[in-house]
């Protein structure tokens, strides 16, 4: 055995490590603690660990792999990932970032931890996120503030901030999150990482979480390992209410494949009249002419985002606080207002929330495959705020009844394609020249993974982003 010393393997490059008995499963977990240990403390990714448990596990499976034939070991036998503080993992406590729910142990295990599980996976600690996670940044009153890890000074965005700064500084390979409207995609853009939204119902999940808007998903370095993950996680669910289509194929076998000549949409403008900021409009310039060069076809397209998605978007993320059995009075500022707003909308009232957004989605989508088979998009409008400022602006605005305008502009770009159920992933094609990752943002046809997979293998080859490691 060896040493496992790099901090920047991909979670299949750690795989292939541990199959191949380059490294075991548990050197690959003592690194993994003892990274924890030295950079956590700088950018609090890390709220809860299970150091012993899944070092045992990890013992356990350098035992298995040392007696067995590697090729019946599972896809990602012995990589550790954490998990996000939103998800429930059968006897682990999870708090959801807040004080008003006690640190009891789950009874049950959501789907996609399940999965990770027979994936091959260690499960080794929980990530930071909001306070029941409906804002752009990992900062709640019981944990603290995540940090970014390319500038401490900045968020690592949100809600997934927690799992995004950890892979960003080296600790993990592989992280999970979730993203309910842009929950995974910003902060893979804050912190220089590959994050895809996958289509509505391609993994499985309990419930369907804000009408199936809500979907899990990891934070990674690469596209080939996002692939392999979501081979290793998606569907079909016979019980589920959302199925999406069965692949052709293995998403794996995507990622490098060619994708033949796209006609792709540039969206260089955001809904609403937001500005966006001079450092994303660079970066779809820079991702525009690396797709020229490609062969596709390109042309400006806009979208039709109105300020009718609004009111009903929120009447659907606030009513997701019905699942939680909390102490309220505990709650956070924005989440008592939040909590109150849903309070105010009648069954009636929600359903036809619901309704409106199907058939504003509907103009939405209905130039994707007629007019465009892909579109491009800047992943945020504005570059990730300091440290503390979201917090403090949703606290404020509980108060003063303004809304948070820093979430607004994280968000405007990602949520439409929760609420369409649409697949779109978010690439580190750019940095300022400050040391700012800039991600960029491609929105496929529904179900329609396996292109994003091929374009973004295309991208990654052509605007290559290994490599960039941050300061930390």
């Known amino acids: ?241 959302y199925n999406a289509p069965a692949p052709d194929r293995p998403f794996l076998a995507e990622a490098g494949a060619d994708p033949g000549r796209l006609r792709i949409g540039v969206l260089n403008e955001a809904p609403l009249d937001m500005p966006i900021d001079p450092a994303y409009i660079e970066a779809i310039e820079i991702t525009t002419n690396a797709l020229e060069s490609l062969g596709h076809s390109i042309e400006q397209v806009s979208l039709d985002i109105t300020p009718e998605y609004l009111p009903p978007l929120l009447n659907v993320i606030n009513s997701g606080l019905a699942d939680y059995d909390a102490d309220w009075e505990r709650a956070e500022p924005h989440i008592q207002a939040n909590l109150a707003a849903a309070r105010t909308v009648d069954s009636l009232s929600y359903v036809r929330s619901v309704h409106d957004l199907q058939r504003l989605t509907r103009k939405m989508m209905a130039p994707w495959g007629r007019d465009f088979d892909v579109v491009l998009a800047p992943t945020m409008t504005i570059q990730p705020p300091r440290v503390g400022e979201i917090l403090a602006a949703v606290h404020e605005g509980a108060s003063s009844g303004a809304p948070a305008m820093q979430v607004f502009q994280m968000a405007i770009l990602t949520a439409p394609f929760n609420v369409s159920g649409q697949p779109a992933i978010s690439l580190p094609v750019h940095m300022t020249s400050d040391g700012v990752p ?14 994003l997979f091929r374009l973004s293998s295309q991208l990654e080859e052509a605007i290559p982003w290994a490599g960039r490691y941050p300061p930390i």
């Open 1 to 241: 055995m060896v040493n496992y010393t790099s901090l920047w393997s991909t979670a299949l490059e750690t795989a292939e490590s541990i199959r191949t008995k380059q490294v075991s499963p548990a050197e690959v977990m003592e690194a993994t603690l003892q990274r924890i240990d030295a950079i956590n403390p700088k950018i609090n990714a890390i709220i809860w660990r299970n150091d012993e448990d899944a070092m045992a596990d990890a013992v356990a499976a350098t035992d298995r792999i040392m007696h067995s034939d590697p090729e019946s070991l599972p896809p990602f036998f012995g990589v550790p990932i954490p998990i996000k503080d939103l998800t429930k993992v059968a006897g682990w406590p999870i708090t959801y970032g807040s004080w008003a729910v006690p640190d009891e142990p789950s009874d049950e295990s959501e789907f996609i931890v399940d999965a990770f599980r027979r994936a091959g996976f260690i499960l080794t600690g929980r990530t930071n996120t909001p306070e029941f996670g409906p804002i752009t940044a990992a900062e709640n009153d019981r944990y603290g503030l995540s940090r970014n890890p390319w500038n401490l000074d900045l968020t690592p965005g949100g809600s997934s901030g927690g799992a995004a700064a950890a892979a960003a500084a080296g600790i993990f390979a592989v992280t999970h999150g979730n993203d309910g409207g842009g929950s995974i995609r910003i902060p893979a853009s804050c912190c220089g990482l590959v994050g895809m939204k996958v289509s509505r119902g391609r993994i499985p999940t309990l419930v369907t979480y804000w009408e199936g808007g809500a979907v899990e998903g990891v934070l990674t370095r690469d596209v080939a390992s996002t692939a392999a993950i979501l081979d290793a996680t998606c569907g079909p669910d016979s019980g589920q209410w």
């Open 438 to 451: 800039i991600g960029i943002q491609l929105i496929g046809c529904p179900w329609e993974e396996a292109t």
